[in-house]
Nanobody, 118 residues
Framework: QVQLVESGGGLVQAGGSLRLSCAVS????????MGWHRQAPGKQGELVAA???????NYADSVKGRFTISRDDAKNTVYLQMNSLKPDDTAVYYC????????????WGQGTQVTISS
C-alpha cells in the first residue's frame, strides 16, 4: 500500500517561504508521477505542481516562478519549495501520486495546512 506523509506546513507572513516535504512509502518513488494539490475553503481544488519520473515539471499559472517541485528518489521524498508566498496561497496542501499511465491521482497524503498572513 502506498503511503504519503506531508510535513512542513505552517504560518508565515506574506513574502516568506516554506518547504513542504512528502515522504513516500510502499512504492518506488521513481516510477510515479508526483503532484502537489491544494484546497482552500470555498475554492476549487487545484493541482499546483507535478513532476514526472524523468523530472519534467509543470505548474499552475498561479504559482509559476514562485514554487518549485523536486524529488529525491534516494530518499523517496518529494518537495515543494514555496517562495514569495501570498495570502491567496493559504490552503491545505496535499501530496499525491499516480502511475504515469493513470488518468487520475490515486494516492493521497493527509494534507498539511499552509497559512499566509498579510
Amino acid at each position: 500500500q502506498v503511503q504519503l506523509v506531508e510535513s512542513g506546513g505552517g504560518l508565515v507572513q506574506a513574502g516568506g517561504s516554506l518547504r513542504l516535504s512528502c515522504a513516500v512509502s510502499g512504492s518506488i518513488l521513481s516510477i510515479n508521477v508526483m503532484g502537489w494539490h491544494r484546497q482552500a475553503p470555498g475554492k476549487q481544488g487545484e493541482l499546483v505542481a507535478a513532476i514526472t519520473p524523468v523530472g519534467s515539471t509543470n505548474y499552475a499559472d498561479s504559482v509559476k516562478g514562485r514554487f518549485t517541485i523536486s524529488r529525491d528518489d534516494a530518499k523517496n521524498t518529494v518537495y515543494l519549495q514555496m517562495n514569495s508566498l501570498k495570502p491567496d496561497d493559504t490552503a491545505v496542501y496535499y501530496c499525491s501520486a499516480k502511475r504515469p499511465w493513470a488518468p487520475r491521482y490515486g494516492y493521497w497524503g493527509q494534507g498539511t495546512q499552509v497559512t499566509i498572513s498579510s
